[in-house]
C-alpha cells in the first residue's frame, strides 16, 4: 500500500491548529509530555507501541524519567505527512 506524501508547508500549517499540543515544521512534528511516574511514563510508551503497530509507522520516542519527548516524520515522504499527523492524533487521545 502506498504511504502519504510529505504535506506541502501550507497544509501542515492548517493541520497544526488541530493539534495544539505538538510543534514542528515539515521535517518532524514534536510534543513533550511530563508523566506523574517513571512507569505511567512507560505505560505510556507501551500504548502508544500499541497505535504505532497497528497503524505501521512508528514515532521516535525519547524517554527522560518520567517525561517523554516524541518525534513524528514520516521518513519514507521525506517529512511528515498525513500518517503523522493521525499518529499524533492518536497518541492526544492517549495521553494527558
Not at 35 to 63: T, Y
Not at 73 to 81: D, F, R
Amino acid at each position: 500500500m502506498p504511504r502519504p506524501p510529505r504535506l506541502s508547508p501550507d497544509e501542515l500549517s492548517a493541520a497544526m491548529h488541530g493539534l495544539p499540543l505538538w510543534s514542528g515544521d515539515g521535517d518532524g512534528i514534536r510534543r513533550t509530555v511530563e508523566l506523574p511516574s517513571f512507569r505511567d511514563a512507560v505505560a505510556a510508551i507501551g500504548a502508544i507501541a500499541d497505535v504505532a503497530e497497528e497503524m505501521d509507522h512508528h514515532p521516535d520516542v525519547d524517554l527522560r524519567y518520567r517525561t517523554l519527548h516524541l518525534t513524528l516524520v514520516s521518513h519514507s515522504a521525506g517529512g511528515v505527512s498525513e500518517l503523522d499527523l493521525e499518529l499524533a492524533r492518536r497518541i492526544d487521545a492517549l495521553l494527558p
